[in-house]
């Protein structure tokens, strides 16, 4: 028999999705990284203010880091797409159809009287 692993660490058997806790505090180490990524952008933007271009590039880059940050905050993730099994009945067919040796089906047409007589409209109307 093999020595089972022992750590006390449990073992994930299911395909779960990961707690709501846990997903919203992966949320928020999301959310706080982008927004720290702003505050040193603005500060290399001031150290690098005699390269202008590269101070501007900073500053440019740090305006829409608040609006991803929220985005990515309050982004979750997608559901799985999972076939459901369900039951799936079998087509059949009203009638079979007729076979070429066999005579088509026969139609029955009524043909109203000339005369108008057994038809169910009242007399003189």
Same mark, same amino acid.
């Given at each position: 028999?093999?020595?089972?692993?022992?750590?006390?660490?449990? $073992?994930?058997?299911?395909?779960?999705?990961?707690?709501?806790?846990?997903?919203?505090?992966?949320?928020?180490?999301?959310?706080?990284?982008?927004?720290?990524?702003?505050?040193?952008?603005?500060?290399?933007?001031?150290?690098?203010?005699?390269?202008?271009?590269?101070?501007?590039?900073?500053?440019?880059?740090?305006?829409?880091?608040?609006?991803?940050? $929220?985005?990515?905050?309050?982004?979750?993730?997608?559901?799985?797409?999972?076939?459901?099994?369900?039951?799936?009945?079998?087509?059949?067919?009203?009638?079979?159809?007729?076979?070429?040796?066999?005579?088509?089906?026969?139609?029955? +047409?009524?043909?109203?009287?000339? +005369?108008?007589?057994?038809?169910?409209?009242?007399?003189?109307?």
């Amino acid at each position: 028999m093999e020595e089972r692993d022992r750590s006390g660490d449990p $073992v994930l058997i299911t395909e779960a999705a990961p707690s709501y806790d846990d997903e919203l505090a992966a949320r928020k180490r999301k959310y706080m990284f982008t927004m720290g990524m702003r505050f040193p952008c603005l500060i290399l933007a001031g150290i690098f203010y005699q390269t202008w271009w590269l101070a501007l590039a900073l500053l440019v880059l740090s305006i829409p880091l608040p609006w991803v940050a $929220v985005l990515i905050a309050n982004d979750r993730p997608p559901r799985k797409s999972e076939e459901a099994n369900r039951y799936q009945r079998e087509h059949r067919k009203i009638e079979a159809a007729p076979e070429p040796a066999i005579e088509p089906h026969q139609v029955i +047409d009524v043909d109203a009287p000339a +005369d108008g007589q057994g038809t169910d409209r009242p007399a003189g109307g």
